[in-house]
C-alpha cells in the first residue's frame, strides 16, 4: 500500500539521517499496533511515546523517554527525549 511505502521510506530516512528516537502518535496506529510495528521490523530508531496507553490502565505501549549518547567534534554528551504528556 503507498502509505505503508511512505511511512517505511520516511523511517529509513530518519535512520539514514542518524535519528535515534521518534515520536508515536495516534495517526502512526490508525492501520494498528501490529502493523506499525510490522513497518519498524529491522530499523534501528526507537519508538517512544508519553501518550499512548494500555487500555484501561495508565502504563505507556513504548517506552516515555529515551537517553541516547551522542557523539560531537569537541567530545560526547547526552541528549535526553522526553514527550510530555497533557491531562
Known amino acids: ?6 511511512t517505511r521510506g520516511l523511517l529509513e530516512a530518519m535512520q539514514a539521517f ?3 528516537a521518534v515520536n508515536v502518535g495516534a495517526g502512526d496506529l490508525a492501520l494498528g499496533y ?3 510495528l510490522n513497518r519498524v521490523e529491522g530499523l534501528s530508531v ?3 511515546s508519553t501518550n499512548i496507553v494500555k487500555q484501561g490502565t495508565r ?3 513504548f517506552k516515555p523517554y529515551t537517553i541516547v ?3 560531537r567534534p569537541s567530545g560526547s554528551s ?3 527525549v522526553r514527550v510530555i504528556r497533557s491531562e
Do not use: F, H, N, Q
Open 46 to 48: 526507537e519508538l517512544i
Open 69 to 71: 549518547e551522542v557523539k
Open 59 to 61: 502504563e505507556t505501549v
Open 18 to 20: 542518524g535519528y535515534r
Open 1 to 6: 500500500e503507498a502509505g505503508d511505502i511512505r
Open 34 to 36: 501490529a502493523d506499525l
Open 78 to 80: 547526552r541528549s535526553a
